[in-house]
């Protein structure tokens, strides 16, 4: 194909799915052709994304105020304060590599112009730089990865602060809120919670909240070579997708995969010699402290530490809204974090402030590791690149075409005290509460080859006993666990039988609660589930019914007033949200004999009570009960936007949050959101293939053949191949000797 402005001597060519196949003389150049596809096909999608993050949203895009909020949530934080820093911190060959890739862009840029959304809200575009990819960067370290931690901190100070009964909330998250004073927490004015307006803002960015990665050695390959999958999770309905696929070769190398647009790295893909997938480990990496807070005789604001008080750090972001005055903000700070709200609104008192390890120097090396994966020679050498980098945290799984496999978790984790978990606040004022420093990156986990021949990840808690605890929060293991029954069921696998496995609908959940329910359960309701092969296909009348029965009970035995409260209960366990954290410690308190959350009332009964409620509701299917449209990031939703075709049918959403397929609908403020695998990639290292498919194609115009071309495969479960469109040259071909495992 012909692209103008294209400035290099690369050639582009599209494949049969819209998927940009570039071939250049270099990785400098195919990284420039790169950036030039990605503004060609993504522009509204990324300058879009670089605003929000800046914290320029409001007035460069529309004067809303859920924009506004996340303008104010970012320029709190102050991610935009570093990247220039961070930008210094690069290498020079990363230097190097990303101004290639924003050169890239630039000249797409211009050969585009302006796209419908643009024009329609009359956007300038600014220039693509290297600190625009640090923009895009912190989405997916902080708004897409953080957040949902805080999200999960601030649940526990509601529960606290809603009354809930300490010894009940302390059964439920054992081991995490013994260091947390209830009655201090109490005292604190509310947390700041972004509205959910603003926060399905945060929900349209990348967000590994959940996924599936795992890679099986030669002992359990039929081919004799490692095999890879690898699916990301997150909201799938919005189009454009989120990922963008493309194949880059030059000289005698080549990249397969998912990239981000906006950035110049493949966040699950493979070279010739070594392939990768990841899951989020959901590690904590933030902290919320107390400070107590005053105003001085001479006006400032004032944090304790011991008996001395201290004069905050205090910003003001000028933060501008279109069509009006800017509003001013002030951001008040010390070495323990940024404080929620100004202190004028209250007064003296309590306050709670947040930290991140994002903040500090070098977390912009992040863009330096993946860059360094594409050269990577060996599991061993990606498996170091990945220890290095920062942000966010990741379980990065790896085979490569000599047949090892390895596994190595990475971020950058505070070292707390030894008491303290991180899910509950701390007192500030106690200087042994303070970070002491960065775990060391020689702790994080890491498997090299192990004697079971297979490595599966899917954000269980990778917690070891004696070792330093990089997850605080409690999570259900139910996928990971199903992936392994099946690789230890299947014996010799195939890329077929993983293709398979990554649309397994199977849930562990419900074959491990059903029979404490049933036990309890109405006659009726006992027939009704008899039998039940414990999937979420789209035709179960039983999966609808396990569903309702466990929300039911949930309610009864975790929704009074003293427990989680009815309302946010409900919140939690339905269509109208989710909190997998909560989930999973409910279950295990399901499965005791005794607990305090039955103490004054009979499990039996409630459980009972839970089952009549169930047949009083209609009998449907799980793909009436569970389904979603697709709809356009920029004009769906909307009356003028169904009219002009933006938004889908109706479709059913296979699985549930505890199978393999990860598909639950969740309705928000306003709109229809969903999590649901965002990208199936499946390789074998024997050959220089991928099969791979997404909910969307490669193009954001809903008027191209691309925009949604790949959504047939991925409702069916079908996949399409990807190979660099060349043959290998004699001196490319692999090495039969294995690499020599390090000490």
Known sequence: MEFPRLARDISIERDDAGVPHISAHSLDDALYGLGYMHATDRLTQILFARAIASGQAAETIAARDELLETDRFFRRIGLHRNQPRERDYWPEGTQRQVQQYCSGVNDGMKAVGHTLPMWAIGFEAAPWEPVSVLYIGNLLSFGGLAVSQLENERI????????GDEAALRELLPGRLEHVDFDLVRKVHHVRRMSDEALEVLMDLPRLAGSNAWVVGPSKSKSGSPLLCSDPHLETNRLPAIWYEAVLTWNDDYAIGATLPGCPLFAVGRTKRVSWGVTYMKGDTTDFFIEEVRKSDDGNWQYRREDDWIDYQVREEAIGCK????????VFENPQGVLEVDPEQFGDGYYFSLAWTGLFPHSGMAIASWLDMLGAESTAQA???????PQPTLCWVVGDAHGNIGMQGNGRFPR????????????????????????????LPRIYNPECGYIATANEDINEPGKPKFVSQTLPDYRKRRIVERLEELGQVTPEEMQTLQYDLLSLQAREILPILLEYAPDELKERLAGWDYRYAPESTQAVAFQRFYRNTMLEIFGHERGLGPRRTLYLVSRAGFSSMIIAACDEVLKKE?????????????????????????????GEFNNF?????FFGGGQVGRLLGFDSPKYPMPGCHA?????????????????????????????????????????????????????????????????????????????????????
């Open 416 to 443: 707390r005290r030894h008491d303290v978990s991180g899910l509950g606040p701390v007192a500030a004022w106690d200087a042994r509460n303070h970070w002491q420093g960065m775990i060391a990156a020689e702790h």
């Open 594 to 622: 005794n607990s305090l959350w039955w103490q004054t009332r009979d499990k039996g009964e409630m459980i009972y009570t839970a089952g009549e409620k169930v047949l009083l509701e209609g009998e449907t299917t799980w």
């Open 323 to 330: 069509g009006k005055p800017p509003e001013t903000m002030r």
């Open 629 to 633: 449209h697709f709809t356009d990031r």
């Open 383 to 389: 498996l170091d690149v990945a220890k290095e980098c």
């Open 659 to 743: 199978t393999v397929f990860q598909g639950h609908v969740l309705q928000t403020a306003t709109r229809e959101s969903t999590f649901a695998p965002s990208y199936h990639f499946v390789t074998d290292m024997g050959t220089d293939e991928a099969w791979t498919n997404l909910p969307g194609g490669p193009c954001e115009s809903r008027f191209s053949w691309y925009y949604k071309s790949d959504v047939p495969l991925w409702m069916e479960g079908e996949y399409k191949k990807l190979a660099p469109k060349w043959e290998p040259t004699e001196t490319s071909q692999r090495s039969e000797s294995p690499e020599t495992p390090p000490p």
């Open 156 to 163: 526990v100070i509601e529960l606290i602060q809603a009354g």
